[in-house]
């Protein structure tokens, strides 16, 4: 049963990655990809920490990290849609003198 779970977690790991590889045109779709490898990422570490090391604090600092990096990440659109006008990463590529 613990070999089921930890195949699908590894199919949804390997979809997540696939989900961000080919959206990035959009910087909101890269920013929800970029949740759900987190997402995945703290199912593994918590199976993890359940088997081996019985210690919760690393999971709580590992949220910690996951949520400022989603604050981050969505000042950073909310200040280019207002800015640019659009979440396009193309539009960022282009130099302006």
Known sequence: MMNLFILVLMFMLFSGVLFYIF???HLLMMLLGLEYLLLILSLLFLLNL?????????LLV???FCISESVL???ILILMVRMYGNDYLKSLMILQC
């Open 23 to 25: 959206n990035f045109n």
């Open 73 to 75: 990440g969505l000042t």
């Open 50 to 58: 359940m088997m081996f090391i019985k210690q919760y604090v690393l």
């Open 62 to 64: 590992f949220f910690i």
